[in-house]
């Protein structure tokens, strides 16, 4: 699998911005899809926003504040969260999918980053 590092969570009021990145390491001959998901505490993680097939893709309650864009050059995916509700307070973890290097299936995970919206 590739490696993957996420960055920039922290604390921020609502109505505050953040960017994430996420960095990629490894190589691989095919990217599928390449992505953002989350997890608040006792429940289960959900997509927050995705990139596949040319197409990107919003959870509803993230449409219209956060923006998922990607650096192919870097191997780097970003998710720039404008309008943040304490309802985002997570742990945001990246994802990219596809076939690594060797042409085996990868579904990699980076460790997660905190964000914690609160005034």
């Known amino acids: 699998q590739v490696q993957l590092v996420e960055s920039g969570g922290g604390l921020v009021q609502p109505g505050g911005s953040l960017r994430l990145s996420c960095a990629a390491s490894?190589?691989?001959?095919?990217?599928?899809?390449m992505g953002w998901y989350r997890q608040a505490p006792g429940k289960q993680r959900e997509l927050v926003a995705t990139i596949s097939g040319g197409s990107i893709n919003y959870a509803d309650s993230v449409k219209g504040r956060f923006t998922i864009s990607r650096d192919i050059a870097k191997i780097t995916v970003y998710l720039q969260m404008n309008s943040l509700k304490p309802g985002d307070t997570a742990v945001y973890y990246c994802n990219a999918e596809g076939s690594n290097v060797y042409h085996a299936p990868f579904n990699s995970w980076g460790q997660g980053t905190q964000v914690t919206v609160s005034s």
């Open positions: 490894g190589g691989f001959s095919k990217l599928n899809a």
